[in-house]
């Protein structure tokens, strides 16, 4: 399997915490043996030369990593692809996809984040248990790709065989990077679910710069249904570019010729259309020059402050032809929700 090259930091920024955990100290040495420069800072969320930095500054602040511990540990109700989203091991992300929701909540704060204290979330994830009494799935990478963090900590393999000694409870995470090889032998007993995010091939290579491959992550998809995984399509974002029913359907085929046949008999769907904003729009002028505008006025309206969203008649129409084309690729499968 062909994978991204493993996320080296261009520099450092860290808590002074960190170094009360063992995978701080862990993580601490290993940069600093590499000769990385490492800036101590006082909080992973507010670090003020960034906040001050001009907004041309994205690129580079997208090739930090930033070494904290998270305070905040309450799951909280879910009615989409969890019953809970777990405030878990990390947040943002090293890819610069040109519509990240996360640029949209955190503008330049959008940078890799590593907590290191997750034997504190695993304990707030057993008192949820306890308290609920009845299985329940936890959603533990709403705010960062698992996949690619679990590459620079191992943390997802660890979460994994965590959830496979619980009762009660089942894990999901959804992902657009490819890098499963480490998680093939965990002992995951069944209680892990994974979500591969996709989209047509043209939008992974111009739009969500940086993830993984289409064919990448379709055989990821493979590989770790084979491992006894359960695994769902997440689409995400939808994309509404002028050529967009012919690309969809070409990704619908493409899915259809190559997930294992067992799979797509077990297979369930995430529809998620885009959420732009403002922030979007301004990093990407100034950072990511050259990039496809996916902002297109004559279909989207208001969705909030400084956000946009699919017009509804649009979305709508756009949403009957996606559940067509599952009806028709797969038959079997379910659509979880669409939003």
Known sequence: MIILKAFIPQKVLYQNEILQYKLGQELYHRYKNMDIEMVPIKDHHNVEFIKKAPDEKFVEFKKYLVLGVRKSLRPTPNERSADFIVPFTSSGCS??????????NFFKGSYLRIFVNREEMIKAIQRKIK????????????TSDMVLENTITGNLKWAIEEFGKLEKAKCTFATKFSMVDELLDAKH????????????????????????????????????????????????PIILLDNWQDM???????????????????LFFELIFMTYG???????KVA?????????????????????????????????????????????????YIV
């Open 278 to 284: 403002f922030a979007n729009d301004t990093i990407n």
């Open 248 to 266: 969809y359907r070409e990704l619908f085929e493409l899915l259809s010729n190559n997930l294992e046949k067992e799979l797509k008999k077990q």
């Open 288 to 336: 990511l020059k050259g990039t496809i505008d996916v902002f297109d006025k004559d279909k989207m309206r208001p969705k909030g402050r400084g956000k946009y969203c699919y017009d509804y008649g649009i979305r709508e129409d756009a949403a009957d032809f996606f559940r067509q084309m599952i009806h028709y690729y797969f038959p079997s499968s379910k659509i979880s």
């Open 95 to 104: 890819a610069m996809c040109t519509y990240c929701y996360l640029v949209c």
């Open 131 to 142: 308290q609920v009494g009845e299985e329940k799935t936890y959603e533990i990478g709403s």
């Open 189 to 236: 007993n069944g209680n892990t679910q994974m979500r591969i995010s996709v989209n047509p091939d043209y939008i992974i290579r111009k739009i969500e710069i940086g993830t993984s491959k289409l064919h990448d992550r379709i055989n990821a998809a493979n590989s770790m249904y084979k491992a006894g995984y359960k695994i769902g399509i997440n689409i995400a």
